[in-house]
Structures are given as structure tokens and as C-alpha cells.
């Protein structure tokens, strides 16, 4: 009896692969956060290229930006990262390069386009993602379900595609190579990560 007893007081061990309610919310927090920083930055530099339109200059003064608070923080203790060294900038180059390349690019978009164009765009990108981590980097393939959903947000940037009344050539043509760069600067950072950064801080 009393085996039995303890044996109802033991909790129940959780289904590997099933995340808990707990973990859910914290995904849940993470995703709307990360909306409402890539909705209030696209906003941001859209004012930004409008007052300054000069997307490469203004890209590497974002650049240097984040240095100098990274730089900065680091010396008050209120935060650590790696020190640079040689093979972490060789190594880091590629993902370093194509995020440059893709700011540029978003800022090309911004400034011949609207906001609205833009946020399209960002949000088909996760269904080119989801191809090319599969195909490039050898992830399993979304869910039937998964893939459902991101054919109907893609499907939905194509109706705006073809409706946008304000259609310019300049405007797409930024706005497909920032889908293209977008794509690889995703996948790219992920890549370099598995191959001996994990874990790491990086400037």
C-alpha cells in the first residue's frame, strides 16, 4: 500500500517531444515580441531612410552603432562576449557579410517602397526558409500542417503582389532580392553556429 501510495505522489515524467504549457507561453511571449520589434523597426528605418536616403552608409552606421553599446556594456560588466580574435572574424565573415548585405537590401526596399510592401515580403519568408534549411542544411521537412500554413501566408503575399496598386519595377526588384537575401542570412548564421560557435557571444 504504501508502495502504491508513493508511487501516485511520483509526477508524471513528460512525453519527450511534447513541450509543456510553461514552455508554450514563453514561445508564444518570444514570437509576439519578435513581431512587435520587426514591425516597429521596419517603421524606424523606413523614417530613417527617408530623412537620411543613403541605405549602405546608414547601414554601416547601424553597424558601428551596435559595437559601440556591445563594446561599451562589455567594459561596464553589464554584459560578456568573446574577444575578437582572427578565426572567429574568418569563420564569422559569411553570416557577418550576408546580414549586412540583407539590412541593405531592406533598406533599398523601405525606401522605394511602403511599409506594407515590406512586412509582405518578410512574412513569405519563412516557407523559402523552411525549403532551404532542408534541402541546404538537411533539417526535416515541415508538417503537412506546418506546410499548409506557410503556402497560405505565401498565397497571401502574392494576392498583394498582384492587387498593389502602387506596383513599381524598382520597388519589386528590392523587394525580391531582400526576400532572396533574407532567405540565406536566416539559414546562413545557423550554419556557422553548428560548426563550432554554439554557445559563444559574438560582437
Not at 520587426?38 to 559595437?67: E, G
Amino acid at each position: 500500500m504504501m508502495a502504491e501510495t508513493r508511487s501516485k505522489e511520483v509526477a508524471t515524467p513528460q512525453v519527450p517531444g511534447h513541450p509543456s504549457s510553461l514552455e508554450k507561453l514563453r514561445v508564444a511571449w518570444v514570437v509576439i515580441g519578435y513581431a512587435l520589434s520587426s514591425s516597429l523597426l521596419a517603421i524606424v528605418n523606413k523614417y530613417a531612410v527617408t530623412v537620411f536616403p543613403f541605405p549602405a552608409i546608414l547601414t554601416a552606421l547601424q553597424y558601428l552603432a551596435c559595437t559601440i553599446v556591445t563594446l561599451g556594456l562589455g567594459r561596464l560588466k553589464v554584459l560578456e562576449h568573446d574577444s575578437l580574435s582572427l578565426e572567429k572574424v574568418l569563420k564569422f565573415l559569411p553570416a557577418a557579410a550576408t546580414f549586412y548585405i540583407a539590412i541593405w537590401t531592406n533598406t533599398q526596399l523601405l525606401r522605394h517602397a511602403n511599409v506594407e510592401t515590406f512586412i509582405v515580403f518578410r512574412s513569405s519568408t519563412p516557407l523559402l526558409v523552411a525549403i532551404a534549411d532542408s534541402v541546404f542544411m538537411g533539417r526535416s521537412w515541415p508538417s503537412g500542417f506546418t506546410f499548409l500554413s506557410l503556402l497560405t501566408i505565401f498565397g497571401g503575399a502574392v494576392g498583394y503582389v498582384v492587387f498593389d496598386t502602387g506596383f513599381t519595377v524598382t520597388a519589386y526588384a528590392w523587394a525580391w532580392a531582400y526576400l532572396i537575401v533574407i532567405t540565406f542570412e536566416v539559414s546562413v548564421p545557423l550554419h556557422v553556429l553548428r560548426n563550432g560557435f554554439a554557445g559563444h557571444v559574438l560582437h
